[in-house]
């Protein structure tokens, strides 16, 4: 009966954490569609960049010998800051200049923009799996419950929660959070308002990369390895998570991974992780076929 | 002060505005009025920056402006009240009216600025904490004219303000936008309305197929034959 329970909870919470990633993705696909109504599909590979980016600098610092939370905040930062210089890059170079074309170009766009990023990052790096360096510190005061959780599991949850939460704020009380959801319900008005479109689209993408960068680090600590595969999975389970809570909703995409990370660590631990990715893409296609607003999503309703 | 100088507007192929030139003069009020398709709305976006001349000029005190993006026409002192209103439907009242201000940094200017806007529509203080979908038309009417003002505009363009609006609603709204005129903003009134608009404006343009083919005071309009027919339904 406890080794029940205790079982349960170690799939619960290896569910949150593994959910708590993928909205961190999420985040960054629900967010750009909220402005210009784009998958984009290139933000897996922002979310593996993200990781690459980290562990190149995790290693430089390693080399001179800096402690490890040193470590794992710089490369960190660094890795958000690279992926975001990307994530910006390409907006400018792939979407931008398609804007006012029909709603497939930029789909195209997006996908050859993921298919050149992962070629990219097998060219200048390898093609291969490649060890990620154990960053996430030892946290001794988990050593009785380490059985359900371990130190890299907390330490996903609980930087994906502040990271979740300063989010929410940002969006709801800063000036520019203001703008963009301005821009999102109205473009035509936010314009009228002097809110410059282009530097809220911009904004967007740099906000969705740094979130998918620290998913990167965080999941890259937590595997162990990453390859220059690894944000084409990763972004299509995003991708599915922020469906299922309802694409353009930021809650919707917090809510999402967290409902497909509990849904995959308990099908995987009741029944068999066979069929983890199955499920994910079958939900995917349930989603879309019934309820295309997602959990929390509503058809858009305007007084005029 | 604002001036269109045979301005022709287009979308894509579409001609929607044909040698387009008007002026509006410091302090005045003035009307555009027209029916369904005129080219009404597309004056006003082309006047804020949203659509751009293909042919002629717009000018702001004698200076350029329809080669400058939108936010830079706000900074100058535009404001528009587009047409439907355009609330954001799931920010509240407060916050619709935080995005008016939204180039402005004199807090203090801002904090007189909601006041004034509070004193003209009292119901909008009450709805402060309510979400903009939520208001009746009425309401996102004098939100959207609220919100306008907390531009601190020189200029106030209005897109049918009174459409879908009761008549005692309609009265008010004029009655409002006669004051902020007072207060010394400049009006550039669109309406459909013809009657309601000429009756508070100094002087009036008629457009037609994108074309403005009457232009008069307010009075002589009001009288004119042709308008009473077409606009007036006399
Ligand atoms: N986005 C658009 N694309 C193509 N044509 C448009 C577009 N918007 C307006 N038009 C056309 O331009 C012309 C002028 O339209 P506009 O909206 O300026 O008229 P209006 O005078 O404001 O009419 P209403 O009183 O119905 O609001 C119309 O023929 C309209 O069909
Ligand atoms: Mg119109």
């Given at each position: 009966?406890?080794?029940?329970?205790?079982?349960?909870?170690?799939?619960?919470?290896?569910?949150?954490?593994?959910?708590?990633?993928?909205?961190?993705?999420?985040?960054?696909?629900?967010?750009?569609?909220?402005?210009?109504?784009?998958?984009?599909?290139?933000?897996?590979?922002?979310?593996?960049?993200?990781?690459?980016?980290?562990?190149?600098?995790?290693?430089?610092?390693?080399?001179?010998?800096?402690?490890?939370?040193?470590?794992?905040?710089?490369?960190?930062?660094?890795?958000?800051?690279?992926?975001?210089?990307?994530?910006?890059?390409?907006?400018?170079?792939?979407?931008?200049?398609?804007?006012?074309?029909?709603?497939?170009?930029?789909?195209?766009?997006?996908?050859?923009?993921?298919?050149?990023?992962?070629?990219?990052?097998?060219?200048?790096?390898?093609?291969?799996?490649?060890?990620?360096?154990?960053?996430?510190?030892?946290?001794?005061?988990?050593?009785?419950?380490?059985?359900?959780?371990?130190?890299?599991?907390?330490?996903?949850?609980?930087?994906?929660?502040?990271?979740?939460?300063?989010?929410?704020?940002?969006?709801?009380y800063s000036r520019m959070g203001k703008a963009m959801r301005a821009t999102a319900q109205n473009r035509t008005m936010a314009l009228l308002l002097g809110i410059d479109a282009?530097?809220?689209?911009?904004?967007?993408?740099?906000?969705?990369?740094?979130?998918?960068?620290?998913?990167?680090?965080?999941?890259?600590?937590?595997?162990?390895?990453?390859?220059?595969?690894?944000?084409?999975?990763?972004?299509?389970?995003?991708?599915?998570?922020?469906?299922?809570?309802?694409?353009?909703?930021?809650?919707?995409?917090?809510?999402?991974?967290?409902?497909?990370?509990?849904?995959?660590?308990?099908?995987?631990?009741?029944?068999?992780?066979?069929?983890?990715?199955?499920?994910?893409?079958?939900?995917?296609?349930?989603?879309?076929?019934?309820?295309?607003?997602?959990?929390?999503?509503?058809?858009?309703?305007?007084?005029? | 002060?604002?001036?269109?100088?045979?301005?022709?507007?287009?979308?894509?192929?579409?001609?929607?505005?044909?040698?387009?030139?008007?002026?509006?003069?410091?302090?005045?009020?003035?009307?555009?009025?027209?029916?369904?398709?005129?080219?009404?709305?597309?004056?006003?976006?082309?006047?804020?920056?949203?659509?751009?001349?293909?042919?002629?000029?717009?000018?702001?005190?004698?200076?350029?402006?329809?080669?400058?993006?939108?936010?830079?026409?706000?900074?100058?002192?535009?404001?528009?009240?587009?047409?439907?209103?355009?609330?954001?439907?799931?920010?509240?009242?407060?916050?619709?009216?935080?995005?008016?201000?939204?180039l402005r940094t004199d807090e203090a200017g801002i904090r007189q600025d909601m006041e004034y806007v509070f004193s003209l529509f009292p119901i909008l203080a009450e709805r402060?904490?309510?979400?903009?979908?939520?208001?009746?038309?009425?309401?996102?009417?004098?939100?959207?004219?609220?919100?306008?003002?907390?531009?601190?505009?020189?200029?106030?363009?209005?897109?049918?303000?009174?459409?879908?609006?009761?008549?005692?609603?309609?009265?008010?709204?004029?009655?409002?936008?006669?004051?902020?005129?007072?207060?010394?903003?400049?009006?550039?009134?669109?309406?459909?309305?013809?009657?309601?608009?000429?009756?508070?404006?100094?002087?009036?343009?008629?457009?037609?197929?994108?074309?403005?083919?009457?232009?008069?005071?307010?009075?002589?309009?009001?009288?004119?034959?042709?308008?009473?027919?077409?606009?007036?339904?006399?």
């Amino acid at each position: 009966m406890i080794d029940e329970l205790l079982y349960f909870l170690e799939l619960f919470f290896g569910g949150l954490t593994r959910g708590s990633i993928y909205a961190l993705i999420a985040l960054g696909y629900t967010l750009v569609y909220g402005i210009i109504e784009l998958i984009n599909f290139a933000h897996g590979e922002i979310y593996m960049i993200g990781a690459f980016t980290a562990l190149i600098v995790a290693g430089v610092l390693g080399i001179y010998g800096f402690p490890a939370v040193a470590i794992l905040v710089i490369a960190s930062l660094a890795a958000v800051i690279w992926a975001a210089a990307y994530g910006f890059t390409v907006e400018k170079v792939a979407y931008k200049p398609l804007r006012g074309a029909s709603r497939l170009s930029p789909l195209i766009s997006a996908i050859g923009m993921s298919i050149f990023l992962q070629n990219y990052v097998i060219l200048a790096q390898t093609s291969d799996f490649v060890p990620f360096p154990q960053l996430l510190p030892d946290l001794p005061f988990l050593e009785h419950i380490g059985y359900i959780m371990g130190p890299s599991d907390f330490i996903i949850l609980v930087t994906s929660t502040l990271t979740m939460v300063s989010l929410t704020l940002f969006i709801r009380y800063s000036r520019m959070g203001k703008a963009m959801r301005a821009t999102a319900q109205n473009r035509t008005m936010a314009l009228l308002l002097g809110i410059d479109a282009n530097k809220v689209i911009s904004l967007t993408f740099i906000i969705g990369s740094g979130l998918a960068a620290i998913g990167g680090v965080l999941i890259a600590s937590h595997m162990g390895q990453v390859n220059f595969a690894i944000g084409f999975l990763a972004g299509l389970k995003a991708f599915t998570a922020a469906v299922l809570g309802g694409i353009g909703s930021v809650p919707g995409a917090m809510v999402g991974g967290i409902v497909l990370g509990l849904c995959e660590s308990f099908t995987t631990g009741y029944f068999s992780g066979d069929y983890e990715d199955v499920l994910a893409f079958g939900m995917l296609v349930l989603i879309l076929i019934f309820r295309p607003d997602g959990i929390l999503g509503k058809a858009k309703v305007q007084k005029v | 002060m604002l001036e269109l100088r045979d301005v022709d507007t287009y979308y894509g192929t579409i001609q929607a505005l044909r040698n387009v030139s008007l002026s509006i003069g410091d302090g005045e009020i003035v009307t555009l009025i027209g029916a369904n398709g005129a080219g009404k709305s597309t004056t006003l976006m082309t006047i804020c920056g949203i659509l751009h001349p293909r042919h002629g000029e717009v000018l702001l005190d004698g200076e350029p402006i329809h080669t400058l993006p939108p936010n830079a026409i706000v900074r100058r002192g535009i404001s528009q009240v587009p047409e439907g209103r355009l609330i954001f439907p799931d920010m509240t009242v407060q916050e619709n009216l935080d995005l008016g201000a939204f180039l402005r940094t004199d807090e203090a200017g801002i904090r007189q600025d909601m006041e004034y806007v509070f004193s003209l529509f009292p119901i909008l203080a009450e709805r402060r904490r309510q979400t903009g979908g939520t208001l009746s038309g009425g309401e996102q009417q004098m939100l959207a004219i609220s919100r306008a003002l907390m531009g601190r505009p020189r200029i106030l363009l209005l897109d049918e303000p009174s459409l879908g609006l009761a008549p005692i609603i309609i009265s008010q709204i004029f009655e409002i936008i006669r004051k902020v005129n007072e207060n010394g903003v400049t009006v550039f009134l669109v309406e459909q309305n013809a009657n309601q608009a000429l009756r508070i404006a100094h002087r009036g343009y008629v457009m037609e197929n994108g074309r403005i083919v009457m232009e008069d005071s307010a009075d002589k309009l009001l009288s004119s034959p042709q308008v009473r027919r077409a606009y007036l339904g006399m």
